[in-house]
């Protein structure tokens, strides 16, 4: 199976900052990537899909990019509410896997 | 507006076989334009994808779990079903139904999810 990898584990930052995630797939995935934001207790939520595109109700602060192998995520100008896990998913290949996740916190 | 709705025991002995219903609102598990999926996470863990089917009835398993899983749909009420059998302590995990458009697609709606602790 593919094997998403994220990093950094945990990233600080200041409120109206911007922070910027990474995540790369141990093979070719096109640009067949999601990017997922899960509260504490809650499901995860879709924010990007096909490495680049906003899923519904997304704010121009999330940015995705990437393809191949290679992918990011920057969230810019963040806010407390954007305190969360962050994760990668490939659905390019069965099974479809995620990244470990990335923790953003709010300084 | 899509909902799903995970249903199922918050608790299941070691060995005995765990049953999951998501029941939705809003589509139609009929529709040939969706999937849908079993997904589960452990406790600090990223989530895991377990399963999918689809309205004609093909099924996919994750192959670290297929000997155990059997996904269905009930078209009659609007929802799909998960069983999963010989549970160790390694299966609890909070247990998601999610959906995604047919092809290359990501999932864009999820159940709430439900606790499932494997204990005696």
């Known amino acids: 199976e593919i094997v998403m990898t994220q990093s950094p584990v945990t990233v600080s930052v200041s409120p109206g900052e911007g922070a910027t995630l990474s995540c790369g797939a141990s093979e070719y995935v096109g640009t067949n990537v999601a990017w997922y934001q899960q509260r504490p207790g809650r499901a995860p939520r879709l924010l990007m899909f096909h490495s680049s595109s906003r899923a519904t109700g997304i704010p121009a602060r999330f940015t995705g990019s990437g393809s191949g192998t290679e992918f990011t995520l920057t969230i810019s100008n963040l806010q407390s509410e954007d305190s969360a896990l962050y994760y990668c998913?490939?659905?390019?290949?069965?099974?479809?896997?995620f990244g470990g996740g990335t923790k953003v916190e709010i300084k | 507006q899509v909902q799903l709705q995970e249903s199922g025991p918050g608790l299941v002995k070691p060995s005995q076989t765990l049953s999951l219903t998501c029941n939705v609102f809003g589509v139609s598990v009929s529709s040939p334009d969706y999937y849908w999926s079993w997904i589960r996470q452990s406790p600090g863990k990223a989530p895991e994808w377990i399963a999918y089917i689809y309205f004609s009835g093909s099924t996919h398993y994750n192959p670290s779990l297929r000997s155990r899983l059997s996904i269905a749909l009930d078209k009659t009420n609007n929802h799909f079903s998960l069983k999963m059998t010989s549970l160790t302590a390694a299966d609890t995990a909070v247990y998601f139904c999610?959906?995604?458009?047919?092809?290359?697609?990501?999932?864009?709606?999820w159940g709430q999810g439900i606790l499932v602790s494997v204990s005696s």
């Open positions: 999610a959906k995604s458009k047919w092809g290359f697609q990501p999932y864009d709606s």
């Open positions: 998913q490939q659905y390019n290949n069965w099974p479809h896997t």
